[in-house]
Each structure stands twice: as structure tokens, then as C-alpha cells.
Antibody, heavy 120, light 108 residues
């Protein structure tokens, strides 16, 4: 049973960048598509982007184009999401979510989330 | 981009049946997935591909679709079912993975 272990909470100033990690623990014999989804306080889920199993290919939501970068280190089964030029409305919980069923449609394994607070 | 519409809230008494809807244009042509999110926790997949359940999800959770609306039905509702429920589809567009706004289920 795979678990996705995310890095700890971050507090950043406006204009800064944040890099959140997500490490697969358990069955790491194969790599899977990984999504990043965020949730602002009191709001719904918002898809940010996806990275393929090898880490060579990414696709980002239009809203985050130019500000987000997703990478992965297959040797450590870790994926990263970096968001730059942070604003106060980037304050949210950021989740990594894996497609372990290889569905390409949905996310069946989620990390517990990383809280990012942007405040001056 | 594609839009999924959910009611903000649904209330139901324990033991009754809760129905949470998710509307979208031509949703009948898409596979709909549902996530349960309890307060302070990460989402959990409860229904995928319209009506299939992952292992470990009770049979009380079921999904269906008719016309432009998908429905998550929770039978014999328990206090522990109180949560936010989010529908999600994949759409062939620039932002392919789309979530509804979420529905807060309150158990009275």
C-alpha cells in the first residue's frame, strides 16, 4: 500500500517561491502519473498540473502557466512542485495525488497536504 | 474550460438516503469520479468511472448518471459520512482535470 508523504508547512512572503515535495513510500517499484491539487481556505479543489512517470513531460493548468514547475527524482520516488511569485491568494493546502490505477482519469492516492501561507 | 456544478450543501437525517448531484454539459459522455473529504483531511476516492467503488469503500456509496447530471447516493447515512464531496471529470481541453465546487453533507 503506497503512501505519499509531503513536506511540512511553509510560510512565505509575497513575491517569494515555495517548493513542496511528495515522496512515495511503500510500493515504489513503478512510477505513476502525479497530480498537484490545491485548496484555498473554505474553497473547493483546484487542479494545478501533472507530471508523467519518467518526469520528462508535464502539463499545467492555464492559470499557473509560467509560475509553476513540477519535477521528479525517480531515484528517490519524489516529486516536487515549485510555485513562484507568490501572492496572498496562493495561501492554500497543496496536495499531491497519484494515479496508481493508471486510469489517466482520476487520482486514487493522495498525500495529506502541505499548508502554504503567504503573508507579509 | 469545462464546468461542473454541485449544490453547496445537502442535509439528511441518519439512516436516510443522501443524493449529491453534479451537473455538466454532455457529462453523459464522460467518466465521473467522486471524492469524500472530511474536515482537516485529504480527499479520498469513493466512486470512480461513474459507479465503481475502490476496495474498502462501503456498498452504501453508489454512483449513477442520467442526462447531464451525475449523482452520488449514500444509503443509510451515518454521522461519519458528514464531509465535503467533490465530483471530478477528465475533459479534452487545456485544463483536463476538472473538479466541481464541492457539496457539504450535513447529517442532522
Amino acid at each position: 500500500q503506497v503512501q505519499l508523504v509531503q513536506s511540512g508547512a511553509e510560510v512565505k512572503k509575497p513575491g517569494a517561491s515555495v517548493k513542496v515535495s511528495c515522496k512515495a513510500a511503500g510500493d515504489t517499484s513503478t512510477h505513476h502519473y502525479m497530480h498537484w491539487v490545491r485548496q484555498a481556505p473554505g474553497q473547493g479543489l483546484e487542479w494545478m498540473g501533472i507530471i508523467n512517470p519518467s518526469g520528462v513531460s508535464t502539463s499545467y493548468a492555464q492559470k499557473f502557466q509560467g509560475r509553476v514547475t513540477m519535477t521528479r527524482d525517480t531515484s528517490t520516488s519524489t516529486v516536487y512542485m515549485e510555485l513562484s511569485s507568490l501572492r496572498s491568494d496562493d495561501t492554500a493546502v497543496y496536495y499531491c495525488a497519484g494515479d496508481y490505477s493508471n486510469s489517466r482519469d482520476y487520482m486514487d492516492v493522495w498525500g495529506k497536504g502541505t499548508t502554504v501561507t503567504v503573508s507579509s | 474550460s469545462y464546468v461542473l456544478a454541485q449544490p453547496p450543501s445537502v442535509s439528511v437525517a441518519p439512516g436516510q438516503t443522501a443524493r449529491i448531484t453534479c451537473g455538466g454539459n454532455n457529462i453523459g459522455r464522460k467518466s465521473v469520479h467522486w471524492y469524500q473529504q472530511k474536515p482537516g483531511q485529504a480527499p479520498v476516492l469513493v466512486v470512480y468511472d461513474d459507479s465503481d467503488r475502490p476496495s474498502g469503500i462501503p456498498e452504501r456509496f453508489s454512483g449513477s448518471k442520467s442526462g447531464n447530471t451525475a449523482t452520488l447516493t449514500i444509503s443509510r447515512v451515518e454521522a461519519g459520512d458528514e464531509a465535503d464531496y467533490h465530483c471530478q471529470v477528465w475533459d479534452d481541453s487545456s485544463d483536463p482535470w476538472v473538479f466541481g465546487g464541492g457539496t457539504k453533507l450535513t447529517v442532522l
